[in-house]
């Protein structure tokens, strides 16, 4: 029985794509998918390259249809463009022409919150990730952690009661990552969204998660689902310490080895 009061759900999700050129065959990128996450969950995809994690967020944000099934947020079929949920695609998606707080601003633009109100929000958000002093920069003069911190900060400035997030802080180096990891929990838990986050990296998915969904390789299917018992808030920068760490992420790579060796 599926949950009615699931923030977003997918049932029974096909997805194929059809390449360009009259002989191309169509290609299946996700085959039978259904999960849900309830309202202030945070749950991770993981899964091999290829496997449609990103289709999944698409899917979610309404940028394409499913071939057959149902993707729904909030009991609602996702039939067009989401505008109710965030989104942090796997580019760096700051708008060049400008300037850090009128990139935070840019989504309550959109929503034509009133300008004093939205300037009051997004320096809120900036001074909350220590970006304070960069507000004039434009992304070229801002570092790649400073340049994910805006994106994060933008896509929660938005309010948003869902956040789509794939593989946000992929290009960083080990030790931002942690710190950014630390900085998205605290913001989480200011107004608990509903978050779909995609990473390759175990470690990052145990430490943010209440639950990570792992993937076949393409066509993907789900192949399992894993509580996270650990409890909050979580100290991400010494994860590998508490005591069921070592065996959820055994049995993760476990998963994940098979699907890669598979390909
Ligand atoms: N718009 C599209 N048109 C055609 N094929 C697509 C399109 N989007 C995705 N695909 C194909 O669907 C499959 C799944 O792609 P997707 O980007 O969802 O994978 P992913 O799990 O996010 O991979 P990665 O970890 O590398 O980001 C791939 O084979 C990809 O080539
Ligand atoms: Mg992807």
Request: aromatic residues 8%; proline residues 6%.
């Amino acid at each position: 029985m599926a949950d009615q009061a699931a923030a977003v759900r997918l049932e029974a999700v096909y997805k194929a794509f059809v390449p360009r050129g009259r002989s191309a065959q169509p290609l299946l990128a996700l085959e039978d998918v259904s999960f849900d996450a309830r309202p202030g969950e945070f749950v991770s995809l993981v899964g091999p390259s290829g496997c449609g994690k990103s289709t999944v967020l698409n899917l979610l944000a309404g940028l394409i249809q499913p071939s057959a099934g149902r993707v729904v947020h909030h009991g609602r079929p996702v039939t067009g463009i989401n505008t109710e949920v965030g989104y942090i695609t796997q580019d760096d998606n700051l708008l060049p022409w400008r300037s850090m707080l009128r990139n935070v601003e840019y989504g309550l633009e959109l929503r034509r919150v009133p300008k004093a109100e939205r300037r009051r929000r997004a320096q809120e958000f900036v001074e909350l990730v220590g970006l304070k002093g960069f507000e004039n920069h434009y992304p070229h003069e801002l570092s790649g952690g400073m340049r994910k911190r805006a994106g994060i900060v933008r896509t929660l400035a938005y309010d948003s009661d869902v956040v789509l997030m794939d593989e946000p802080f992929g290009p960083l180096d080990a030790q931002t990552r942690v710190i950014l990891q630390d900085e998205l929990l605290k913001l989480w838990e200011l107004k608990r969204p509903t978050v779909l986050f995609v990473t390759h990296d175990l470690v990052e998915a145990i430490a943010l998660s209440d639950r990570i969904i792992t993937f076949t390789c393409r066509p993907g299917r789900i192949k399992r689902e894993y509580e996270v018992r650990l409890p909050r808030p979580r100290d991400v920068f010494h994860i590998h310490d508490v005591p069921q760490f070592r065996q959820l992420y055994d049995a993760l790579w476990d998963d994940i080895r098979m699907e890669i060796a598979a390909t």
